[in-house]
C-alpha cells in the first residue's frame, strides 16, 4: 500500500523510467485510499486516506487543515435509528422484538444484547365489600372470599356517640355500606432491556 505521491511525475527532461515508476505508484496510492497507519505527508483538500491503526476511512477537508472521518462500521455493529424502515445500504435487524431502552452508563448493565436487570415495584390492593344482610353480627368479604366480622361500636372521638363500623375491631371511618382496603403487598418484577451505548467515531 504506497502513500508516496509524486505530483510532478512528468516533463520532457526527466527520466522516463522514473516518470513511470512515479506513476504507478500514484496509481498505487489512489487503489488503497492512501491506505497506512499515519497520514500521507503530501496532503491536499479532498484527499482520501484509510487509517489503518484507527481503521477509520477520512477525508482532508477543504482547507486541508484537518481530516474529517466517515461513518464507517460492519455487519455487527448495531445502530439506533429513529425510523420505520431501515436506509438503503442497510438492513432491519428482524430478531429483536420489543424491549425497553437501557443506557449503559453504570455498573447494572454492563453486557450488550438482553439484559434483565433492577427492581420495579408496584403497590397491590385487595377490594372488600358489605354484604348488606341484617344480622346482629355481619361480614364483609375480600376479593379473595375471605369474611371479616363487621361489628359497631361508639365512636368515643364522636360528640354525638355515633356508632362507628368496626372490621375486626378496628373502626373503619366509613360507610356501613362498603367500603376499599388498600393492601401494602408489593410485587417485584424485572423487564428485560435491549443495552445500547452511544457511541461516536475514534478519530
Not at 488503497?32 to 503530501?42: D, I, Y
Not at 486541508?64 to 472521518?69: C, F, I, M, Q
Not at 362498603?178 to 451505548?197: L, M, S
Request: contains cysteine.
Amino acid at each position: 500500500m504506497s502513500q508516496e505521491w509524486t505530483s510532478n511525475s512528468f516533463a520532457s527532461g526527466h527520466v522516463a523510467q522514473t516518470d513511470l515508476q512515479n506513476m504507478e505508484k500514484n496509481f498505487a496510492c489512489l487503489k488503497s485510499g492512501f491506505s497506512g497507519a499515519a497520514a500521507p505527508a503530501n496532503t491536499e483538500g479532498g484527499m482520501r486516506w484509510f487509517d489503518t491503526t484507527k481503521k477509520v476511512f477520512k477525508i482532508r477537508n477543504n482547507g486541508d487543515t484537518a481530516w474529517y472521518g466517515l461513518m464507517h462500521g460492519d455487519g455487527s455493529e448495531k445502530r439506533l435509528v429513529y425510523r420505520n424502515v431501515a436506509m438503503d445500504g442497510y438492513l432491519r435487524d428482524a430478531t429483536v422484538t420489543d424491549k425497553v431502552i437501557a443506557l449503559r452508563g453504570g455498573a447494572i448493565y454492563l453486557v450488550g444484547g438482553d439484559d434483565t436487570q433492577g427492581t420495579w415495584t408496584q403497590p397491590d390492593h385487595v377490594h372488600k365489600w358489605y354484604d348488606s344482610i341484617a344480622a346482629a353480627i355481619d361480614k364483609s368479604y375480600d376479593s379473595a372470599g375471605v369474611a371479616t366480622n363487621i361489628t359497631t361500636a361508639v365512636d368515643a372521638g364522636n360528640d354525638l356517640g355515633i356508632p362507628a363500623y368496626q372490621i375486626g375491631g378496628v373502626n373503619s371511618g366509613l360507610d356501613k355500606d362498603f367500603y376499599v382496603e388498600k393492601k401494602a403487598t408489593v410485587n417485584t418484577y424485572r423487564p428485560a432491556a435491549a443495552v445500547c451505548i452511544l457511541v461516536y467515531l475514534d478519530l
